[in-house]
């Protein structure tokens, strides 16, 4: 049987060493990772079972906006480590993705039961998690680092643009409703901004389409809303 591998995701390199002997003593394999960006690509590439994830870490991506950014691409578990116990991280964290939280210090048996306990609620979710690139067509989209390429030549898109890019993607080859779209990219206050999807819209073909007068990839539903007619690479 394979050993659970489990990503330590700490900046504070004693804590790291700690976990690292206990878990690597109780049978389970260990990755570290020592910021969020280090975190999210080796989330990707490696495809641990488990993530165990520093609130405070330091740099641009803390412990919650990594656990946003795996939950793009991955359903894999994550128990976040908090010296902070306040009612509003913990609703911040459930909110981000975390699956558990384990509160510093802790003791050993207490890291392992939480194991334990997430590795097998998950074992029992159905849902398969997006892989880590998906390709269609022309474009591929890499969700760790949301680099997206066309015909093999990378495609700036700005936040919001690559955010609506990421919805449609979620439900390609279905139609998404506008509302939908406005809701996931701008927030339940801005459902009314037809305007501002038909720009962004318009924005993406440019950048994505081979001829963005006669769109092929991102067709429009006349008083409905937009769908991404996307085959995957893997049924070519």
Same mark, same amino acid.
């Given at each position: ?17 700690? =976990? ?9 394999? =260990?990755?570290? @990772? ?6 999210? %690509?080796?989330?990707?590439?490696? %495809?641990?079972?488990? =993530? ?16 946003? *950014?795996? *939950? ?10 908090? @010296? ?33 306990? +997430?590795?097998? !609620? ?9 892989? @880590? +690139? ?15 390429? =066309?015909?093999? !030549? ?14 449609? +993607?979620?439900? *390609?080859?279905?139609? +998404?409703?506008?509302? %939908? ?8 206050? #801005? ?29 429009? #539903? ?15």
């Amino acid at each position: 049987m394979n050993k659970p591998r489990v990503l330590i995701v700490d900046d504070d390199p004693r804590l790291v060493r700690l =976990v690292h002997e206990v878990l690597t003593a109780t049978g389970h394999a =260990v990755l570290a @990772a020592h910021s969020g960006e280090q975190a999210v %690509q080796m989330a990707a590439l490696e %495809q641990p079972n488990l =993530v165990l994830l520093d609130i405070g870490l330091a740099g641009a991506l803390d412990g919650f906006a990594v656990a946003r *950014r795996l *939950r793009e691409f991955a359903d894999l578990p994550i128990i976040m480590l908090t @010296a902070r116990v306040g009612q509003a991280d913990l609703l911040r964290g459930f909110e981000a993705g975390a699956d558990d939280y384990i509160t510093k210090p802790f003791s050993s048996p207490e890291l392992l039961a939480r194991i334990r306990a +997430v590795l097998k !609620r998950a074992a029992g979710r159905a849902a398969p998690a997006e892989p @880590a +690139v998906i390709a269609g067509g022309r474009v591929q989209i890499e969700l760790a680092s949301h680099r997206v390429s =066309v015909a093999g !030549r990378d495609v700036h898109l700005t936040p919001t643009e690559y955010n609506l890019l990421l919805e449609l +993607v979620h439900h *390609r080859n279905q139609v +998404v409703l506008h509302e %939908q779209l406005l809701t996931a990219v701008w927030g339940s206050a #801005c459902h009314d901004e037809m305007d501002n999807l038909r720009a962004y819209i318009h924005s993406l073909r440019h950048k994505l389409e081979e001829d963005p007068a006669e769109p092929k990839l991102i067709v429009r #539903c006349p008083g409905v809303g937009y769908m991404l007619a996307w085959q995957d690479a893997s049924a070519n």
